[in-house]
């Protein structure tokens, strides 16, 4: 089982890094026939998909039970019934075949052959392509920069699991690769290593190199254009796509904090997520409603809630307020998460007509109040009129009460 387990892993870093195969591909276009190889004018040579076919299996046998049942059961299984990969499908149910039968079959005999995933990384590339990410079909293509004699070791084995019925020779492929998995990643740390000083910790960036075109793919959102240029001089045999995340990130000086208009609104609202901390060097805010993705059987309802770098946060913001924040880079899956914030718009808050309080007082006041150190959450702010009171729903780990807040 603790192999099986790897070879998953290393499925997941393939697709990762090449972009689930989706790179060369006519987005929409989905079929159910097999891409079979076809000779090029130029060179006679077999192509599929502009790929140079080296090698091929053979489907030796018509009836493929061993396949057929666990084909089955991939697609009776409850993820699948449940649509956590997709809605079911004639393309969704070969996606799923391929990638439980033919892909790890694949990948186990190909690092028994070169001496794990790293030995085959020195020689080749591997990638699954999906028809529900647009493939022409389902496919696992198995790329070797020069081929030697361990490629026909290869062949037999996966030719003596085709016999036997375990897996289809088809949706395998074996083609030329311009590049190995070794010479991808170099490159990538090529590629880090001018941006590192351009970077200067402000905003984020994100780096990959795709396993099927070997483009180099960055993602940011503070490469100015000079700097663009710079990374394509450097590496002008490979072509970049850059990709602006949100916001460019603020140069020094300008302001990353903006304000409503008008400071206040007579219409309660539930927009945005309330500042419940702030200092010198950040800031932790709290959904107004639970997450849509949070509610466990109906039973529990999930706040989302984040501790922001924001440097002199506590100069630009207060406690209480309503906001709206767009980080920079990733946020960390704790609880509270924890990401960098580029820019906070404060949004109007909620004050009555004929209310002394604003929305920001009673959520301190409330704040001041609670009945533990816990983190409190906001679940509910309204005003009695006639009896001068706010009354707020809170919520602190498994607890739930209401505060009372006089308008004074």
Known sequence: MKKKAGFALTLC????IGGCG???????????ELVEPKKSEENGLETARGREIIAELEQTVKETPKRDALAKEQIESDEYQKGMFGKPSPELEEDTAVQAIEAMVAIETVEDVYG???????EGVLFIENQMSGAEQSGVWIGIKEPDERL??????????????EILAEPIYFYRSPH????????????????????NERGSYGLSVNTITGNIEITHDFLKEEQQEELREKFADYTIHFEQDGRMIAEPGEPTTTYPKEPFTTIPSLEGEYVMDVGGEGMLVVATKPADFG????KEEFYGAANYQYPKADEQLKVGQ?????????MMTSYPGQARAKFVEVLPEYKPANAKLSESEVIQKAIEKKKSDGMLIISSIAFDEKKAVWKVGVKQEEEEYELEIKDA
């Open 13 to 16: 870093v393939a697709l990762l």
């Open 22 to 32: 989706t790179a060369e591909d006519d987005l929409g276009q989905t079929t159910n």
């Open 116 to 122: 794990g995933h790293g030995g085959f990384q020195k």
């Open 152 to 165: 026909d070791e290869l062949l037999a084995l996966l030719q003596s699991k085709v016999d036997a019925g």
């Open 180 to 199: 190995t998995g070794v010479e991808l990643q170099e490159l990538q740390k090529e590629v880090a290593e001018v941006i590192k000083p351009m970077w």
């Open 295 to 298: 509610s466990t059987g109906g």
């Open 322 to 330: 309503r906001v709206h924040v767009e980080m920079t880079g990733m």
